[in-house]
Nanobody, 120 residues
Framework: QVQLVESGGGLVQAGGSLRLSCVVSGRTFNRDVMAWFRQAPGEEREFVAAISQNYAAYYKSSVQGRFSISRNNAENSVYLRMNSLKPEDTAVYYC??????????????WGQGIQVTVSS
């Protein structure tokens, strides 16, 4: 059974930082592309960042330079470091696993999501 479990969300003031974690079980993690998506209230789910099997990173333009995605294959984990947070970053953040880097939602497995709220 494949499971993706996110942690590290919460409430932070604008300008602050958070680090999201996602632990994956039931898959050969080092073969997966890992990604983070987010969905704000009333909005569609959108791509935030992805990291390939060989550690190439991809970002949504509005988070480039503020967010950093990383992975630790020994711990079956992917991380999203978020700095200089803005109120518009408020959303439920989802971890996803797949076989190909894409900015679409075409990933095979998803976590349950975790809330990130940035106050102004």
């Amino acid at each position: 059974q494949v499971q993706l479990v996110e942690s590290g969300g919460g409430l932070v003031q604008a300008g602050g930082s958070l680090r999201l974690s996602c632990v994956v079980s039931g898959r050969t993690f080092n073969r997966d592309v890992m990604a983070w998506f987010r969905q704000a209230p009333g909005e569609e789910r959108e791509f935030v960042a992805a990291i390939s099997q060989n550690y190439a990173a991809y970002y949504k333009s509005s988070v480039q330079g503020r967010f950093s995605i990383s992975r630790n294959n020994a711990e079956n984990s992917v991380y999203l470091r978020m700095n200089s947070l803005k109120p518009e970053d408020t959303a439920v953040y989802y971890c996803a696993a797949g076989s190909t880097v894409t900015r679409s939602s075409n990933y095979d497995y998803w976590g349950q999501g975790i809330q990130v709220t940035v106050s102004s």
